[in-house]
T-cell receptor
Framework: GENVEQHPSTLSVQEGDSAVIKCTYSDSASNYFPWYKQELGKRPQLIIDIRSNVGEKKDQRIAVTLNKTAKHFSLHITETQPEDSAVYFCAASNGWRAQKLVFGQGTRLTINP | EPEVTQTPSHQVTQMGQEVILRCVPISNHLYFYWYRQILGQKVEFLVSFYNNEISEKSEIFDDQFSVERPDGSNFTLKIRSTKLEDSAMYFC???????????FGQGTRLTVV
């Protein structure tokens, strides 16, 4: 089955700097890759997603890149702000029979003022 | 904005007891899911449900687990005989289609004592 590895497990950056979180997946049939943000004690919320027919997607300060050949995808947050502090999870799904999201282990991002 | 709602927010139960976790997915969504998150760990897929049947389940979802959509709005997860290791946050989610945003509920924290 699918396996998603996420790095780093913790990341601390200065406010205004960029943050990059990387994930690799094992199932070449996976075709949907969302990123979720989870604040302490709250539900995971989608921040951006990408499908396998696209190499890059951007939404304001957030971008995701996908390399299907290497089976990895990354989240880029630019001009970080204190409210970006949270745990970020990547996920992958092959979705041909069901959307079974397989999550990475999570990255705890801390933005230092 | 429509939300997935879950009840109760916190449930404490004795080992061996049955519990039912309840969810009301977003009304026009067709795909329903249960995930769990053990404290400090990643979100894990349990089961997906579409067209009144299970479309996929994980190895975690053994004979002790069952799901039901008893009416047009509710979606339940039943654990027949709870074990200590079932203690986790259980998230219900729903989506309109596969490979689209899965909206998560706020979760039910299950504590088995």
């Amino acid at each position: 089955g699918e396996n998603v590895e996420q790095h780093p497990s913790t990341l601390s950056v200065q406010e205004g700097d960029s943050a990059v979180i990387k994930c690799t997946y094992s199932d070449s049939a996976s075709n949907y890759f969302p990123w979720y943000k989870q604040e302490l004690g709250k539900r995971p919320q989608l921040i951006i997603d990408i499908r396998s027919n696209v190499g890059e997607k951007k939404d304001q300060r957030i971008a995701v890149t996908l390399n299907k050949t290497a089976k990895h995808f990354s989240l880029h947050i630019t001009e970080t702000q204190p409210e970006d502090s949270a745990v970020y999870f990547c996920a992958a799904s092959n979705g041909w029979r069901a959307q079974k999201l397989v999550f990475g282990q999570g990255t705890r991002l801390t933005i230092n003022p | 904005e429509p939300e997935v709602t879950q009840t109760p927010s916190h449930q404490v139960t004795q080992m061996g007891q049955e519990v039912i976790l309840r969810c009301v997915p977003i009304s026009n969504h067709l795909y329903f899911y249960w995930y769990r998150q053990i404290l400090g760990q990643k979100v894990e897929f349990l089961v997906s449900f579409y067209n009144n049947e299970i479309s996929e389940k994980s190895e975690i979802f053994d004979d002790q687990f069952s799901v039901e959509r008893p009416d047009g709005s509710n979606f339940t997860l039943k654990i027949r005989s709870t074990k200590l290791e079932d203690s986790a946050m259980y998230f219900c989610a729903s989506s309109t289609q596969m490979n689209t945003e899965a909206f998560f509920g706020q979760g039910t924290r299950l504590t088995v004592v």
